[in-house]
Nanobody, 128 residues
Framework: QVQLVESGGGLVQAGGSLRLSCAAS????????MGWFRQAPGKAREFVAT????????YYADSVKGRFTISRDSAKNTVYLQMNSLKPEDTAVYYC?????????????????????WGQGTQVTVSS
């Protein structure tokens, strides 16, 4: 089992920045793909970004490309989501997720059902 705990959410003005953290514990995630998803009120959960723990390759949703950066710190077993130039439409609960299925592949998982492990979520609110 892998446990994921997010932190770093909060209230920020449009144009501001936040950094989310996701601490992983339990099994090693060194062969996992780690992702961030978000869910706004009344909307489905959507993919934001993913990173291959081994190699650090990244992939982003078009809506956040150029503004958000996903990274990982192997020493701290933590994944980060740096969010810059935030917009009111970025307001959502942000979830960290882990996928054990694509070790060694070039595939980037972007669907919820491709991830087995989820954090509890952290609220991000961007005011206009």
């Amino acid at each position: 089992q892998v446990q994921l705990v997010e932190s770093g959410g909060g209230l920020v003005q449009a144009g501001g920045s936040l950094r989310l953290s996701c601490a992983a514990s339990g099994r090693t995630v060194s062969s996992y793909a780690m992702g961030w998803f978000r869910q706004a009120p009344g909307k489905a959960r959507e993919f934001v970004a993913t990173i291959r723990w081994s190699g650090g390759n990244t992939y982003y949703a078009d809506s956040v490309k150029g503004r958000f950066t996903i990274s990982r710190d192997s020493a701290k077993n933590t994944v980060y989501l740096q969010m810059n130039s935030l917009k009111p439409e970025d307001t959502a609960v942000y979830y960290c997720a882990g996928s054990p299925y694509y070790s060694g592949s070039y595939y980037y998982p972007t669907h919820e059902n491709e991830y087995d492990y989820w954090g509890q979520g952290t609220q991000v609110t961007v005011s206009s």
